[in-house]
């Protein structure tokens, strides 16, 4: 329903790099608080990279020093560049707002984009 759009996923050599995109065509994202979420096979789904409605960043430990979080407002959309993948970087990357988004009392997910990075 657009709440929520993620792409620019695929596959990619450790070492790559990839950029997320994350655009909402209901969600002012300027106005919110929105995290890049993921979920690996058989594991629970985590936050990875956030940024504040000032723009603010923040990075789980894993993830520092390699990830980036950008907003564009004109274009309402939010970016994770991802640089020197490794392979357990390989998962479903989500973005939705901090705290995650509920509809209808249940919590909203996008469909995500996998991300591969083969060793």
């Known amino acids: 329903q657009g709440q929520l759009v993620e792409s620019g996923g695929g596959l990619v050599q450790t070492g790559g790099s990839l950029r997320l995109s994350c655009a909402s065509s209901?969600?002012?994202?300027?106005?919110?608080?929105i995290g890049w979420y993921r979920q690996a096979p058989g594991k629970q789904r985590e936050l990875v990279a956030t940024?504040?409605?000032?723009?603010?960043?923040n990075f789980v430990e894993s993830v520092k020093g390699r990830f980036a979080i950008s907003r564009d407002n004109a274009k309402n959309t939010v970016y994770l560049q991802m640089g020197s993948l490794k392979p357990e970087d390989t998962a479903v990357y989500y973005c939705n707002t901090i705290p995650p988004l509920q509809i209808n009392a249940r919590v909203y997910w996008g469909q995500g984009t996998q991300v591969t990075v083969s060793s």
């Open positions: 940024i504040s409605e000032s723009g603010s960043t």
């Open positions: 209901e969600i002012p994202f300027r106005f919110n608080a």
